[in-house]
């Protein structure tokens, strides 16, 4: 069976497409075809970068409908195509940020399924939307394909009552306002990845693994369960991100309203456009260009910068301490996968749980690998995020089994 996946968040669409056989191999299977489409280059409009042609293509359309679908078409049109017919297409999974209390387990999508997307879009306003958009353009361009929504919020369905009830009426809880943590597919991925790569039962091991990328999330995992992570009702609580603010006092938002013209919209903004990297640093919240400039001495950049990581520490202490000890920490997504400094700057004060990494093999990381040195009792591992893979897993196992 071939399995389209697209893979859509709030700053990038990625689109991948697999041939899935009679049974799952342990190991990532490489796309037949893999495109993305960035949209944080410039507002309205997009590049993509296609797997067999690398570089990248400006795309006119100031829509994500109309770039996804111009994007979609050169799969079984033009010099570069991979199918004879669209029609080869069996099933396309989304990945779904936000399922809400109603789906912890991916599902086939119907019109029941969309419009709980869709509400529960006032909880994840960046990505809820685009996920949606993506199934409408597969109906438009594949209707004969099954669809499939993957939710991010489905791996965190484990956490425990005292970690998903907030602190205040129990009626929110009663209303569906608790913690639902998010980066789900690729939490679970890296922890089954973790696994096998240091060849241990899932079972018996105590994970943190660290996804950041331009969002951020920690989830702490005991058993192949996850029972804490960082992120809570919305993906705006817990780290410093690109520009999103993480966690913040209630009480600064309250004198904010109160006390200042600010609308709720216009702090909406802030809060996830506005704040993070981007806010603190006065310019793009991308970690690439936080540590270039500073390297050049840009002190907002460096406050930047020793904030995200300071923010790091403290939640991963919390995870550890939740966790009651600590067996591998993994770090993924594409600051995870492509930042030493951040690395090695998290891993600076974590001697006394017995991490020590190697700098060697830290700043030439590439791929699956353990970063540690012999004698670090914990190990560290940079594994690539394969959300793509895992979509594609999830709809074998849904529709194809």
Known sequence: MKVLVLNAGSSSQKISLYELGDTLPKDPLAPLWETSIDWTNRAGTSRHNQHQTPGHQRLPSTSHANALKQVLGTLWSGPGRVLEHPEEIDVIGHRVVHGGPAYRQSTLVTTEVKAAIEEYAVFAPLQNPVNLEGMRVGEELLPGAKQVAVFDTAFHRTLPLPAIVYPGPYAWYEQGLQRYGFHGINHQYCAHRTARLLGRDLKQLKLVTCHLGYGCSLAAIRHGWSIDTTMGLTPLEGLMMGSRSGSLDPGLLLYLLQHTNVTPQQLDETLNHQSGLKGIAGRSGDMRDILQARKEGDTRATLAFEMYVHRLRECLG?????????????????????????????????????????????????????????????????????????????CWQLTGS
Do not use: Y
């Not at 353990?370 to 594609?392: N, Q, Y």
């Open 318 to 394: 919390a995870m550890v301490a939740v966790l009651g000890g600590l067996d591998a920490l993994v770090f993924t997504g594409g600051v995870g996968e492509n930042a030493p400094d951040v690395r090695a700057a998290m891993c600076e004060t974590l001697a006394f749980l017995g991490v020590s990494l190697d700098m060697q093999k830290n700043t030439a990381a590439a791929g699956d690998q353990d970063i540690a040195t012999s004698s670090s009792r914990v190990p560290v591992l940079v594994i690539h995020a394969e959300e793509d893979w895992a979509i594609a897993n999830e």
